[in-house]
């Protein structure tokens, strides 16, 4: 078994990608929850590099920053593209995805009440871009012929975004038909059924 660690909080949140690309990856890790009392003590927050979680551990190895660990883990179990231009291909795609993530994040945590249409209304602006990609690639993965960490990364978001407006996909036949293959991976599909996955709110404060 290798030594993977991930310490957080009793959510999908800045995890979710990670947690379903180790799952798919054939991995085991360890989990170390973190409860909002014991955060609140501030210790272990002192001890974070940025002062906050996810903290992830490698064999000695901790890293901070969700999507430098997808990256690292991209790297390490070879889901990071084939070469090295489709490894900057993935990384810039990855950056796509985050803004959708950092815009959901942003609209869940500081106006769902507010903003939550508003956001709805402009996701076709930013699901047109990856549905052009997929449309461009044809191999079903957003680079090359191999699944990255990138594929994950949009996979968790798109899956949130579908139970925040279940028919923001309608339009968009190639991101339907990607969470339909990714969610069809089968042990992607035995983690997406389990307790562990089930059982964890999305996102901290409830929204969704
Ligand atoms: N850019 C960081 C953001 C991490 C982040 O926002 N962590 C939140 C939970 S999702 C946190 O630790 N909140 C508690 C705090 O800031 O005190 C990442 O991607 O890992």
Redesign the pocket.
Known sequence: MTGFTITY?AVR??CGAMRIMLSDQGQEWKEVVVTFDE?MKGDL?KTCV?????KFEDNGLIL????AILRHLGRKLGANGETEREASLVDMVAEGVEEIRTKYLKMIYQEYETGKDAHIKDLPNHFCKFEAILVKNQSGFLVGNSISYADYSLFEVLLNHQVLSPTCLDSFPSLKKFVEMMSARPKIKTFLQSDAYKKLPIN?NGKQ
């Open positions: 909080f949140g800045r955060w927050k940025f002062g906050q979680l996810p901070y920053q969700s999507n901290g």
